[in-house]
């Protein structure tokens, strides 16, 4: 890592290559206009102060357009390195003339990775900035919801289009931790009982690591959402507070959960740990009960393969039979006793 | 999960099948008149305003009656939304007319299931409503109460009739949690003996999952109950501020619970993993045990196989005889120390 | 449990039998007199307003008894029921005109077992009421104090003999939690070598009961005893607060041994399921020795019982006797080798 | 543990039999004299006000000499009784006129143990009393630096030697803590490998009870320190100030040195437990190898000793020879087998 | 360690043998001169107060330079003990002209061992003076940043510089702790299978102490850092204050991972105490499964030892063959057995 109060140079550092294009959704009570471009001044001409104009930007590679953009709206450079930093810790900060969010958002695979992109918000008093590392389908449901006015989204200010994205990102969170405590409990069941499948360290560490990162993502909001609710922004609306109050609950579930799942996985670890230690044992029980069983008859063959002048038996006509059968007897009782006694 | 600012349409996401009927009681100093219904039209007429009117809503099916109640008095769209939603976490909201209390209440099943509804309660000047997911006598005493006006009940205002449901809910909680703590304390006393009981490992996670519902529930009120007492709200009287105050010593009660059971349930983890090891290690050891006392008698008749040309036993006349004998004794004696020794 | 905001009658739910009986010490500078009696009226005509008034209640079956007392200085019922409740949680509230402590006291009994009962003070401008359910010499070193006025208890303030009596109370604690954390120690020191004691794990979990119910009663205290220490209470005298702090000191004392024993008893409980794998293991070990001797004896023994035609030493004539010496000696160099390296 | 507001009594409760004497230090900027004595008047008459006076009390025996002091300088009863009482919780208090300060000392034993002493100091104005309960060197580096004038101590108020005395404290601390870390870190890096060393447990446990004496006297000054920095005490001199944010830089590395022998405990006590298991289990390992090196052997004596009428081998003239070379080679190939493996 | 306020002489107290030497960097908008020396004396000269004068000081040797500087700039003396003291604990401290960080800096080495040094910064209005114990290429990107005037660095006040050599010191702990949580993964991810890998024990006690000298340095700024951000110092510019937000965002980072590496660190020794378990029961249960394939084949050619007159498959002439055949098929059975039940 270097300084990077010292480069005058922007680059994002992401894995992403989707190529940065824009799209602007420009909005008032009576109309809606979309633009879409790869270029900044594609759609500059398009935003009209008087209407709430909401530019979502995918792909962070053209440095150049998110700098234009930038300082179009004012944004100081700092926020613009925090943009295109994706390992940059979540945050909410004030500014004196719009609000700056680094968010994480999350996308399960098929193979249980988590895929995490950056979302940067920035909420001035007629425009939403949206950021996105990759394209998504995630804001489809906002425009739609802009498009059909619904609940008169159209006639609020930019602080309601914000709570909206904020409950989109809150759905996101909830739908992965969600996720990650059913797995949890599903693994808790299956260690209940001993079982020899492999694949359960595999998925716990696999859960872990998923809830480590989702906590990483929300727990710095706790404390930064309460500030944000409670700050006197006069970007937020007295009229909106409730919508706030709103996100704040899914929050609220989030947190919850995954304080669910740190108690869950501690306990699931140990459990772990316990099973494996069974199964093992396990094994080595069933082995012994075998040697057990085989030693009495052992020492009976031993017994009669001394060498004593005087063995009346050894000289039976049926002698050799007898000897079979008392030993598969001795067998099958010890046998028996070890199935009675539930060892085997 | 959907994002819930987009929607203009409400829907009830749990399972109970109760269908919604509405219970009106009416009542001030001298009168009380209680009404039902399965619309609001039913019993709408019936609310007098200069009287306390509490409003029982069971079962969540009909969202039409729930939005006419919501609209009659002035209840905004997102408490709408969150009386809906089975999953929304706790909460105690101060809205300028009314409070907006969203709890959870348990019942335990015969197999030891935990069933979960959410109450919500609304309480205004002169209302108080409640939501329930399905029917239930959980307030049954409530209405006994006002019948007889026990206590002057009927005099007072609906903050009082607020602090009286809310004892309800707390000595719901009180019940489970104890109930819990018993269960766990049982536990713990039986795993202090090695016990071959299969069941408790699956009791130990039943009341891990109880005590985590129950916490989840719960611990959000901790704060937020602290933060009613201490709000200036004009809907609560000073006069009825010590019942609060009661209420909020039950809810110290059930805190203290929980924390107790967090406690026991760690070290009951711990006491359950050493016991399966120990029942394990105690199988092996009489096993062994087995083993090492046949290993001599095997050892003296392997002797009593040697081909030497002289070996002066073999030619006794009782040498066979007395071979079983020494067995026998060398047998009884690794049998009587091990027994001494109690490892046996 | 039940509502109890619901019910008119007052009921203890206790199990002491203790009938109740009411002892006044009603004293100034230069008097003090002491009245006792089974009513009420009793002592009622024995109290005088000009002096400090300290009613002791033992036993809590005669509910009208502590009602009338209720009644005679404005105790508002909940406080009552409070009283009566030997399940409330410790508290400390602040009425208008006199302080309410719930309190818990514990009494060691021989096998180990904590009796606790519960002591409610009120503590008004010129009177303390004392509530126990047993009998109890708890307050007979107060009371000889008072006849004795020493230091000159007799001329100082009601907050006075309270600081007194929670300096009582607070010796209890001491008391009592000092015992749990020697018996923690002791254990601790035998769980440090291999030991057979099977009483260890039982009298662990007695220390956990008492020290959880210590916690249960003393934790409360740590914030509320505080607020008190700053409230603004015209009951508190300036004069007297250095006793409050002395009392709070005490209080600190307790809080830090609490603590101390619930680290102690967290690695205590590691050591005991060490301790108990241990000894397994141990024995596991001790019967594995004995196998490991044997086995190369016997196969010595299968070696002279083949049935090669050319085997020499067995046609020797000390052969037999050869053998047994080999056997021996290879015996005890087994015997020994396992003694040198501590394995035996 | 008796009630001590109810005795006029002093006693001192403690062990240390050394006998009380004192030790007067009354100096300016230009003079410094010093007196001993066994008795507070062999001192009194040479008190200076114009001067700080500083008064070393050594050994808490006579009770009568610390009274006469106390009520010199006009500290109330119950500071006495703490200074007297050598189980008081660690504590700083503000009186009107002076500072009361209650600390512990702590010195290494050759066998490991711990020797706690208690030190309290009371500041006033122009004197500073310190009360220890054994002889002891501690403050003679401060004595000779005021008769060296250092750093114009003589020059400074009384709070200036109050920071000095507390930075020898707070040396003592350091000393104490950093062997405790550095005797866990050296244990920590010998539980790495497999040790039958027996004294490990002890020495855990050990350093545990010292951590623990060490933290339970030092937590309370995280707090109460920091009260006393802030406070806008008229005894504490603005330009003093320094020193006492210099003493808190030694807490503070004091705190955070516990804080990781908290941490490197619980480790500790994991390695010792596991490494317990693992020395036991290495000993079965190596038990079980022999006999598995030893199975087939007797597995092929047997086939020899089988009376099969028509066996080749048995009738060869080296037969013997060869079954001896062959057992030998199948025992050292096992041999070789599980060195490979590194089992044995 | 020794009362460090009884003694006028300055020691360096730590192991850097790196000779004092100065390099002064003064420079406005327009000019930048930098000079080096081995005595103030010899830059002394060059300061110029209406520039910025920024004073690396390496290696701690020469005292009498050390406090020739805090001479010239009015630092107190306890400062400048404590920027000899290559212990001290790290603080923000702000004086009435200048501020004081103690803060720390690491360095990894080829063998894994962290590299501890002290880096001293004290900023005043017109002057920053940095003190390293040993010489080091961190600070080079700033003097070229300031020799080529990056983001007009030189028109800025020294609290910017400030601000971009704390960006440095942080990029220091991110890379250093990303090391550490990497090297924390792969050790994970290496013991979710049994691995007999000997170095996993060394490896995270390595990493823990990595991670406790990292947090020990990073956690106290924590703390006060914010405090600093909250301060009303005139030394801190508004128009700065954003540059000292950035460094807040990577310190924030810092903590989260410090926090990550806690968690997983905890999970890590209970995996490698369960591997260590798994592996040593491994070998076991191999070994016994050895001696469970032999058991039967010894029983077998004991009962062919047998000296029954009557046995008819000792007489026949492919007996011996017959019988080979039959032990061979058991063992294989035995063999083919627990492979398949994957217990070989």
Not at 25 to 49: A, H, L, P, T
Not at 137 to 147: E, K, M, N, Y
Not at 237 to 256: G, I, T, W
Request: net charge neutral.
């Amino acid at each position: 890592m270097k300084n990077n109060l010292l480069s005058e140079k922007l680059t994002y550092t992401g894995v992403s290559t989707t190529p940065t294009h824009l799209h602007l959704c420009s909005y008032n009570e009576s109309e809606v206009n979309e633009f879409s471009g790869f270029n900044f001044s594609d759609i500059r001409g398009n935003i009209q102060n008087d209407r709430i104009n909401w530019i979502q930007v995918n792909g962070m590679q053209n440095i150049d357009i998110i700098r234009e953009i930038g300082d179009y709206y004012n944004i100081n450079f700092l926020t613009i390195q925090d943009i295109l930093n994706p390992h940059h810790p979540t945050k909410i900060e004030e500014h004196e003339n719009h609000h700056v969010l680094v968010l994480k958002l999350f996308q399960a695979e098929k193979n249980n990775q988590l895929i995490k992109q950056q979302l940067s918000i920035i909420q001035g008093k007629n425009f939403i900035l949206t950021f996105l590392e990759n394209d998504g389908s995630l804001f489809d449901d906002v425009i739609t919801a802009i498009q059909n006015n619904i609940l008169k989204i159209r006639s609020k200010e930019s602080d309601y289009l914000l709570s909206v994205l904020l409950n989109d990102v809150m759905a996101n969170y909830r739908n992965i931790i969600t996720a990650v405590e059913e797995s949890l409990e599903e693994m808790e069941s299956r260690l209940l009982t001993i079982t020899s499948a492999t694949d359960i360290g595999i998925n716990i560490q696999t859960s872990r690591r998923q809830y480590m990162r989702v906590k990483r993502a929300v727990l710095p909001l706790k404390e930064q959402f309460s500030r944000l609710l409670l700050s006197d922004s006069k970007l937020l609306h007295k009229s909106n507070r409730a919508y706030f109050y709103d996100v704040n609950d899914h929050l609220q579930f989030v947190l919850q959960t995954i304080e669910i799942c740190r108690e869950t996985l501690s306990s699931l670890v140990d459990l772990y740990i316990s099973n494996n230690d069974l199964r093992m044992n396990d094994i080595m029980k069933r082995l012994t009960v075998v040697s057990t069983i085989f030693i009495p008859l052992t020492f009976l063959v031993g017994v009669w393969g001394m060498n004593f002048k005087i063995m009346p038996e050894l000289d039976w006509k049926y002698g050799y039979l007898t000897a079979w059968l008392i030993m598969i007897i001795v067998g099958f009782i010890g046998y028996w006793f070890f199935k009675k006694k539930k060892w085997y």
